[in-house]
């Protein structure tokens, strides 16, 4: 039951990071701004979680996306496919 537990914790918590991710491509511009201009390392989390009102983890996770992924199209695609199967009912 644990295990089954875990499993579905660790899918639901992924499902949420491939939804900020894609949360992040949709504010690239303003991410990469706040990249630029940012004073230091907590103000640019702080910065990055305000404008997307995420958790600060979640904004570290944002902070290490590639400029690649935070902006391209392919990237994009690949992130919207993989919540896709994630949320696809089991058995399909």
Not at 4 to 15: A, F, I, M, Y
Not at 41 to 47: F, M, T, Y
């Amino acid at each position: 039951m644990s295990n089954s537990r875990d499993e579905n914790e660790n899918l639901q918590h992924r499902k949420r990071q491939l939804e900020i991710m894609l949360q992040a491509q949709e504010h690239h511009s303003e991410i990469i701004q706040i990249v630029e201009r940012a004073r230091d390392h907590d103000a640019l989390i702080e910065s990055i979680a305000a404008l997307l009102d995420i958790s600060d983890g979640y904004a570290q996770m944002v902070r290490m996306m590639s400029v690649e992924r935070l902006a391209s199209a392919y990237e994009r695609r690949r992130i919207i496919d993989e919540l896709e199967e994630l949320t696809k009912p089991l058995g399909d």
